[in-house]
C-alpha cells in the first residue's frame, strides 16, 4: 500500500509537468507516425503521364495506372515538362502515351509505351517496374479483346469486356514457401520500424524520465519517506509503478497506432504481451538506476538520451545485426535491445511464439532484475550516507 500511495504521489507530479507529459507521451507518438508515413511512402510512387492519344483505349491505360496499388498519377501537358519533373525527381518515373495507341491496338499493329525513369536511381527503377507490370496486364487484355474482335463486335466494346472480366474472373495462384529457414531481420517498412521504435523509446524515455528521481533525491523527499519509516526496496517499487505505467501507455500506444493506422501485425498475442510487459519492466528499471546515478535533473535529461540512442545503435534499433560483424553483434547483445530485437524478428519474421521467444524474455528478466538490484542497493547506500 505505502508503494502505491508513492506511485500516485509521483503521478500526480508528473501529470502536473506538461513539458514531461509532451517528451514522455506526445513526442514518440509524432515520431511514430512521421516515421510510419515515410516508410509507407517507400511504397509509393508518384507517376507522371503524358497521355498524346486520348482515345477511349488510352483513357483506360491511363485509369488503371491511376487504380494501381502504389502508384499515384500525375497528368502534365507535354514531354518537356514530364522530363523535367523526371529529372527534379518530383515523380518517380513518367509514361509518355503516344499518339494513334488506340487506332494501333484496333488494328492489331505494335505500338511501345514510353516508361523514362533513370538507370542509376533505384527508386524510379522501382517505379518503372510497377508501372511496365500494369502497361503489360494491359496488353494481355488488348490481345484478349484482339482475338474476340476476330468473331464479333468492336475492338472497343470487346476491349472493355476483357477488361471487366479480368477483374471478376479468378487467376492463376501461385503460392511459396520456405522451408528449414529463419530471417535474421525484422520485415522492411514500417514492419522493421515500428517495433524498434517502440524498444527505443520506451528505453530511452525511462533513462530521461530519471530526471524526477533526480529531483525528489535533490528535495529530500526520499529521505522524509525513510523517516515514516519506508524502506529503500518500497521507495523503489514505489517510483517503479509509475515508470511501468508510462511504459505501458506508451507500448500500447506505439502498438494501436502500429496496428490500426500503419497495418502492423504484432505477431503472437500472448508472447507479444509478455514481450511488452518485459520490456516495461526492462525500461522501468533502467529509469531508476539512471535516477539514482546522475545528480542532477540536467544530467538526466541532457545524458539520458544519449545513452538510450548509443544503446539502441548497438542493439539494432537503428539497422539489423544481421548486417555488422560477429564482433558488433556480440556487442550489442550486451544490451538489452538486442535481446528485445530479436525477440520481435522471431515473432514478426518466423512467426515465432512464447516458448520460440523463451530465451530472450529469460536474459530480459534478468536486466530488469538487474536494473532493479542496482537501483534499490545505491538508493539505500545514499539513504544511510544522509542520514550518517
Known sequence: MRALAIARASGRRLVRD?????????????????VGAVAQGFNTFRVGVVNLDHSPASRQ?????????????????DLASLDKAVGREEISAGVLVPRGLGAAMADGLA????????QANNTQQAAATRVTSVVDDFGGRVEAARFATR????????LGRAGSLSSS????????????????????????????????????????????????????????????PVRPRTIIAGESITYIVIAAVQSAVIVAIGAVVFGVSWGNALA????????????AGAGMVAGTVFRTPEQASAIGPIVGIVFAMLGGCMWPLSIVSTTM?????????AWAVDAWTNLLSNHGDLASISRELGILALFALGFFAVATYRLKAMLAARGA
Open 169 to 228: 474472373t479468378p487467376g492463376v495462384r501461385l503460392d511459396s514457401q520456405v522451408v528449414h529457414t529463419a530471417q535474421g531481420s525484422l520485415p522492411p517498412g514500417y514492419e522493421y520500424s515500428a517495433p524498434t521504435e517502440l524498444v527505443l523509446f520506451v528505453f530511452l524515455m525511462a533513462i530521461a524520465g530519471g530526471a524526477t528521481i533526480v529531483e525528489n533525491r535533490r528535495l529530500g523527499m526520499f529521505e522524509r519517506m525513510s523517516a515514516a
Open 18 to 34: 506538461r513539458v514531461s507529459l509532451f517528451f514522455l507521451i506526445v513526442l514518440p507518438i509524432v515520431v511514430i507516425v512521421i
Open 61 to 77: 491505360l491511363v485509369a488503371e495506372l491511376g487504380h494501381s496499388a502504389g502508384l499515384v498519377v500525375v497528368a502534365y501537358a
Open 329 to 337: 553483434r556480440e556487442i550489442g547483445h550486451a544490451t538489452p535491445q
Open 151 to 158: 468473331y464479333g463486335g468492336s475492338f472497343a466494346s470487346n
Open 272 to 283: 507479444a504481451t509478455v514481450l511488452l510487459v518485459l520490456w516495461c519492466l526492462v525500461g
Open 111 to 118: 505500338v511501345s509505351v514510353s516508361v523514362i525513369a533513370e
